[in-house]
């Protein structure tokens, strides 16, 4: 069995990263390759509209496997220039792949998210924590940097200082703390923590499909664009959406007082 067990209900798809007796440790050398194949099949899926990342067992993910960092074997074997190529080729094509993910992502975080396990948790468009989640980024502790782009990432999801924060002193937070610094957008009890992401992953599925992509593409590109940059794409986006049948339907369901039946065309 894969990394990655795969289960659809609706326009949802439920990833779940099941490595549960390594709490889910990443990566070992052909996960790069699973990330991108199944992102790279949801975003040629028109009918798939929101995807749901979760972990099997008491952990979302616990990071890089430290018996493999001690023995200098797998990703981190040889030269430091075949370490820096496999990480290009196995670590960033897995944040590579999930950054590009043209449809909303949900990380439904189930317990420890660690490193590269909380790095991935934070690429979610929405995160759920369960009151069993924790999180850190514990680099320092092991002599290494973020080496999956999480130096990028992490400010922009709770701010320099809180970054910071985490990185240099390596320590872990608990859920709560991850909300009040806003790393998750809410805290839920363990047992219904797949019963609120899919809820929420439903919501989103409710909506007109090819507008959905669209504005999850205009609040990733907005990160990095100026005002004038993002207004031009706006617009650009927005002709193209006026003339989609959904914008018609959605028009038509507000004047009628009714939900919307979005068919993506």
């Known amino acids: 069995m894969g990394l990655i067990v795969e289960e659809r209900t609706g326009e949802v798809m439920v990833w779940t990263l099941d490595r549960p007796d390594r709490l889910n440790a990443l990566p070992d050398l052909e996960d790069g ?16 509209r929101c995807v749901v990342l979760t972990g099997a067992g008491r952990a979302f993910s616990a990071g890089g496997d430290l018996k493999a960092m001690k023995d200098r074997r797998d990703l981190f074997e040889g030269s430091g220039a075949a370490i820096r190529e496999r990480y290009r080729r196995v670590v960033h ?3 590579r792949a999930l950054y590009g993910l043209e449809v909303p ?11 590269l396990g909380c790095d991935i948790a934070g690429l979610g468009d929405i995160r759920i924590a369960s009151d069993r989640a924790s999180f850190g980024v514990p680099f320092m502790k092991l002599g290494i940097i973020p080496g999956d782009g999480g130096s990028w990432l992490l400010p922009r999801n709770i701010g320099y200082a809180r970054a910071a924060e985490l990185l240099f002193t390596a320590r872990s937070i608990d859920a709560a ?3 009040q610094w806003g790393l998750v957008n809410r805290v839920v009890p363990h047992e219904t923590l797949m019963e609120e ?3 929420t992953a439903d919501q989103i599925a409710a909506q007109p499909p090819q507008a959905l992509r669209m504005a999850k593409t205009l609040l990733r590109q907005g ?11 706006s617009a650009a986006m927005q002709a193209l959406a006026h003339l989609t049948d959904d914008h018609i339907e959605g028009v038509t369901a507000v004047l009628e007082k009714r939900s919307g039946e979005f068919t993506g065309n």
């Open 93 to 95: 094509r897995i944040v």
């Open 105 to 115: 992502l949900v990380t439904a975080v189930n317990g420890p998210a660690m490193g």
């Open 33 to 48: 390759e699973a990330f991108a194949t199944a992102c790279d099949a949801v975003n040629a899926d028109p009918s798939i």
């Open 223 to 233: 990160r990095d664009m100026n005002f004038d940059q993002m207004l031009e794409l």
């Open 177 to 179: 703390t991850a909300d």
């Open 197 to 199: 992401a899919m809820r």
